[in-house]
């Protein structure tokens, strides 16, 4: 796994809506799990989950290549946050405060 890490503070701007809006989704129950089947991202643990969210459309109107993933544990706490730009394909960007 080769995840680099970024401040909050240094997101691209089509990021920030997005990323708010996973925090708040995922939290409530609202979020479409990621299953990980790629194994990009560390393991979830027991009792904890994997969330995704698209960040953008393409020039068609579909998903895009922006993904913003959050590890959320059992108790609905944000343990990680995840974004890359290039969808399924290996290159994740951890999201620090």
């Keep these: 796994m080769n995840i680099s ?3 909050k ?3 691209p701007q089509e990021l920030k809506e997005p990323v708010r ?6 939290k409530y129950g609202k979020a479409v799990v990621f299953s ?6 560390p393991e979830a643990g027991r009792g ?3 969330y995704e969210h698209d960040a953008g459309e393409d020039r068609k109107g579909g998903r895009g290549r922006f993904r913003v993933v959050s590890l959320m544990g059992g108790d609905n706490s944000l343990m ?10 290996g290159e994740w960007t951890e999201i620090t405060w």
């Design 21 to 26: 809006d996973l925090r708040f989704n995922a």
């Design 80 to 89: 990680k946050l995840f974004f890359t730009s290039a969808h399924y394909q």
């Design 48 to 50: 904890n989950t994997y």
């Design 36 to 41: 990980n089947n790629e194994r990009f991202l």
């Design 5 to 7: 890490r970024m401040h």
């Design 9 to 11: 503070d240094r997101l």
